[in-house]
């Protein structure tokens, strides 16, 4: 009576081992937003959603490197995930070209973060600096635009 009860039990555990396994060091399913910036014509704030496969393994074995597209927690609310790009690494100097910026500004990019950049008119390192390493989730594999 007991038996099938306790290998039903053993095989609903080895499946959550596995899932959680994979979930946290090979591939992760995430929901990504991303925010667009609001311009004075428009009433409410243009955002997109995606469906992004993260590759959790390849930033353990390979260092990040410019141009990587990479998952990061949202800074503003650690609860989302947002894709973008590394624009630069530690150490480096960015030259800001932001159209809302009356001259192009100069940024250093201090010691463990990283300079993110998307899409034109979102939210990025343009508009809350450089995002830390740890915040950083994994390599974007795969991206389902969902709207």
């Not at 946290?24 to 925010?35: H, N, Y």
């Not at 609001?38 to 590759?55: D, F």
């Not at 949202?74 to 809302?100: A, C, H, M, Q, W």
Request: charged content about 20%.
């Amino acid at each position: 009576m007991l038996q099938p009860i306790r290998r039903v039990a053993m095989t609903a555990i080895q499946c959550y081992c596995g899932l959680y396994i994979t979930s946290e060091f090979l591939l992760r399913p995430v929901w990504c937003i991303q925010r667009g910036i609001r311009a004075e014509n428009q009433q409410k704030i243009n955002t997109k959603h995606s469906l992004v496969l993260v590759n959790r393994l390849r930033q353990r074995i390979q260092q990040l490197q410019v141009g990587d597209s990479i998952v990061i927690r949202s800074v503003t609310d650690p609860n989302k995930f947002e894709d973008s790009k590394i624009y630069g690494l530690e150490g480096d100097f960015i030259r800001v070209n932001d159209p809302n910026l009356p001259e192009t500004e100069v940024k250093f990019v201090p010691p463990g973060h990283v300079w993110l950049q998307s899409d034109e008119g979102t939210y990025d390192s343009r508009s809350y600096g450089p995002v830390p390493r740890g915040l950083i989730i994994g390599h974007k594999f795969y991206k389902i635009n969902v709207n």
